[in-house]
């Protein structure tokens, strides 16, 4: 363990090195193309974490584990990458440039191990708890038989812990029994305006014990317990409990000396305790005093091996934010940069010579035993553990032959059909909702499918014979996930559920509802979701004003708006069970292509009558790519009533009653704005041939007017005028909503048929005849 040891304080260095030369040349020496412009990069920050950082990946970490790197330590991550031969020089030294590492760890645009990407702060740590649950819902899957379980473990910065989602998501990991898990807090006590609070370590600890989570405390590394035995060290330690971080931060920075005048005036007493400070002199003292646990791999690697249990676990690991750095303990740290003197001193410090600052083991006295020794650390044994899974083929669309029915209805029956199938494909979906999974439409699927937990728990309801046409039933079978309404955790769980197939080999088809307006309540975690590349399926509903007599705070207006800009997201709104019927089934293998992405269905609960049936390839075909001719116009046309949604049945009402004042009039049922608007931009930048709306709407004559007619926005399909440079006036709800009906909210914000025939008699030229 000795010779362990020292290889890792030889890591622990060359890391702290490399991390701090890779973002001194992206600012001070690469050249600049953005004139002072700095490029960033979190020196300090990396100095707190490189020696936990070191401890874990060369001592701790085994290749089912899985890490999600603090955000402003993705330096040393690619650093360690570097020393394993995982990462060129070439893209450290484009850091934070187009073609370099990322400033944050990606899995999508880096091209190292990356296992969980991070970068807006809390969701990195949150979704390993999510993980964990995942890891446990294949595990009781027959497909996983045999496989050793994982450690999901995150690496949290203390000033993260202010974030919301962090505490939804010890909740929920409470719930369902949370295990694997670790969460190491680098407690540097700094943020990036001050210092932190004192007495936030016991907040931590309550919080964290209150929902049954371990707590490891690590503030002494091997030096100060080493010097705490020594005769007056009881003192020194009493006075280091109770300094005040902003003290210990200034001292830190001011080093030996001030540590030592300090140290004399507080608990000098001619006698043990000056006796302890005397044996040391200046460097040795401001060692002494920065040897937290945090920054001390011995301390770290007997603490990580000492657990043996699954429970949950969160190490508190104080460290020194800018250790053995020029910045080290200075308020203003956390963005400051090392200047070109600062950054001489410190490598003549690290004993660097000059052109070797990218040489992996420069310094290294022995690369022999060291190379050795790499070659052996467990983690990296097996290489790269980006796995992949095969697909799950459907069997086609599910066809529904209602005479009235709401997409959200459909939505239901659909899954609970493919539920009733006992297919491949639908043994790999799981669903999951905040909450809300019977006013979603989820309950006969569960019903079907039942909830999943670990162990059995009983239905006192059905025990007890009381009618309930919830049959629901907790089982290691069970194939939805329940969560609390915290939109947060649902997008994360969509997350790590949609990398299953990559993090843990085996895929899993992720389904989750939510309602509409509330997908901006988790948006932030969406967005997480869809820049890791997780494939689920988003399903919003209700949406629109369609929901009339819950009001405003439960009217969607933007949310379409949201699914055209988020990439990595298609968003779809069928107004129709055939077109539901043949989105459902592409989106189960759009998730699983490697060029798909993750799609959002945008529902109602407003039922409609349903036309004749429609299918054929012609037919899929243009739903998938966003629009077709309900009615299609004649070389004259005047008139183009675009619509998206269920508001197509006033849409159409509209276009009859205009039959008889208009020679031609069109009727464009939209599917997918999304879709039409991202062909459109493709195709004028030259990646594409005409785009699938340009076909459309170039046979329309330029005298033609486009009246596009929304349950949401009018800017979803505001830009189709510009398509062909046609005249065009979009309606659609641009204010918070009220209650009422459907027919006074739709009349209210102007999509009603009267509203529609309206906007045409005003911007149309013509007046309808006496007849109409």
């Known amino acids: ?22 973002i001194h040349n992206a600012n001070h020496l690469r050249p600049k193309q953005d004139g002072d412009v700095k490029v960033g990069g979190h020196q300090a920050s990396c100095a707190s974490m490189v020696s936990i950082m070191t401890a874990l990946y060369f001592h701790v970490l085994r290749p089912e584990d899985r890490v999600a790197v603090k955000p402003h330590a993705g330096p040393v991550f690619h650093a360690i990458q570097y020393l394993m031969g995982n990462q060129t020089r070439q893209r450290l030294e484009r850091f934070r440039g187009l073609g370099g590492v990322q400033s944050y760890p990606s899995r999508t645009k880096d091209t190292d191990d990356v296992d969980f990407s991070t970068g807006s702060v809390g969701l990195g740590v949150a979704v390993t708890a999510f993980a964990s649950l995942v890891q446990d819902y294949l595990a009781s899957r027959a497909w996983t038989a045999g496989r050793k379980p994982g450690r999901m473990i995150a690496l949290v910065g203390d000033a993260e812990l202010d974030e919301g989602n962090i505490y939804e998501c010890l909740q929920e990991g409470w719930k369902h029994g949370l295990r694997n898990c670790w969460w ?26 209150a929902f049954g989570w371990d707590v490891v405390r690590l503030k002494y590394g091997a030096l100060q317990q080493a010097a705490f035995a020594e005769p007056g060290g009881d003192r020194l330690r009493a006075w280091i409990d109770a300094c005040p971080n902003q003290l210990y931060s200034a001292l830190t920075y001011q080093g030996g000396a001030a540590w030592r005048r300090r140290l004399l005036d507080a608990i000098g007493d001619q006698g043990p305790v000056t006796a302890l400070l005397d044996r040391r002199t200046d460097d040795e003292l401001a060692e ?20 043996d249990h699954d429970r949950p676990t969160v190490f508190l690991a104080y460290t020194i934010k800018g250790w053995k750095t020029p910045l080290a303990g200075h308020k203003d740290n956390h963005a400051g940069l090392m200047t070109l003197d600062q950054m001489a001193d410190f490598q003549s410090r690290m004993g660097v010579a000059p052109g070797d600052e990218w040489e992996p083991l420069a310094t290294v006295d022995d690369p022999a035993a060291l190379h050795r020794f790499l070659d052996n650390v467990p983690f990296f044994a097996g ?59 989820l309950g006969p699927w569960v019903n079907r499918r039942g909830l999943f937990a670990r162990a059995k728990l009983a239905d006192t309801f059905r025990d007890e014979r009381i009618p309930s046409t919830q049959k629901w039933h907790f089982a290691d079978t069970g194939q939805h996930l329940e969560l609390g309404i915290a939109e947060m955790n649902l997008f994360l769980l969509l997350a790590a559920a949609g990398l299953s197939h990559e993090l843990f080999g085996e895929r899993l088809l992720p389904v989750g509802t939510v309602y509409d307006p509330f997908i901006a309540r988790g948006l932030d975690a969406l967005n997480y979701a869809c820049y ?12 629109g004003v369609t929901l009339a007599p819950e009001g405003g705070a439960h009217q969607s207006i933007g949310s379409q708006l949201i699914g055209i800009s988020q990439p990595g997201l298609v968003a779809y709104e069928p107004a129709y069970l055939d077109e539901l019927s043949v989105l459902m089934d592409w989106a189960f293998v759009y998730m699983q292509q490697e060029d798909g992405g993750s799609i959002y269905l945008r529902l109602t609960t407003r039922p409609l009558p349903q036309p004749s049936r429609r299918s054929g390839a012609d037919f899929a075909r243009d739903v998938i790519d966003g629009a077709s001719w309900w009615r299609e116009p004649g070389p004259n ?29 069109g009727v464009l049922a939209i599917t997918s704005a999304d879709r039409l608007l991202s062909g459109w931009t493709a195709a004028q930048r030259g990646e594409s041939e005409e785009s699938h709306v340009g076909r459309l709407l170039s046979r329309l004559p330029r005298h033609c007017l486009l ?13 189709l005028g510009s398509v062909c ?34 906007a045409v008699q005003r911007h149309g030229g013509r007046r309808l005849s006496a007849a109409s």
């Open 1 to 22: 363990m000795a010779t362990e040891i020292t290889h890792l304080k030889t890591l622990e260095q060359r890391l702290l090195w490399l991390a701090c030369w890779t």
């Open 707 to 719: 009246v596009t007619v929304t349950d949401g926005h009018p800017a979803t399909l505001g830009w």
């Open 725 to 758: 440079g046609h005249r065009t006036v979009s309606l659609g709800v641009e204010r918070f909503g009220q209650t009422g009906t459907i027919a006074d909210l739709y009349a209210l914000n102007g999509i009603d048929v009267d509203s529609i025939v309206r």
């Open 288 to 307: 002494l005093m920065n040897n937290l646990g945090g920054q001390c791999v011995q301390t770290l690697a007997a603490a990580f091996d000492a657990i």
């Open 532 to 543: 890791s590349d997780a494939r689920f399926l988003l399903v919003g509903t209700p949406s």
């Open 383 to 441: 290489g790269p553990r980006r796995y992949q899974a095969a697909m799950a083929e459907s069997a086609g669309p599910v066809p529904l032959d209602d005479a009235e029915l709401s997409t959200q209805a459909g939505f239901g029956k659909i899954l609970d059909r493919i539920g009733a199938s006992g297919s491949p494909l639908a043994d790999r979906i799981v669903t999951t909702s905040p909450d809300v999974t019977v006013s979603t439409n």
């Open 184 to 209: 190491i807090i680098d407690y540097n006590r700094q943020s990036l305006d001050g210092v932190v609070r004192e007495g936030l370590w016991q907040r931590i600890e309550a919080i964290f014990g």
């Open 637 to 665: 046309a005047e008139i183009v009533l675009a619509y998206q949604g269920c508001i197509g049945h006033e849409v159409l009402q509209a276009a009859g009653r205009l039959g008889d004042g208009y020679r031609d009039i």
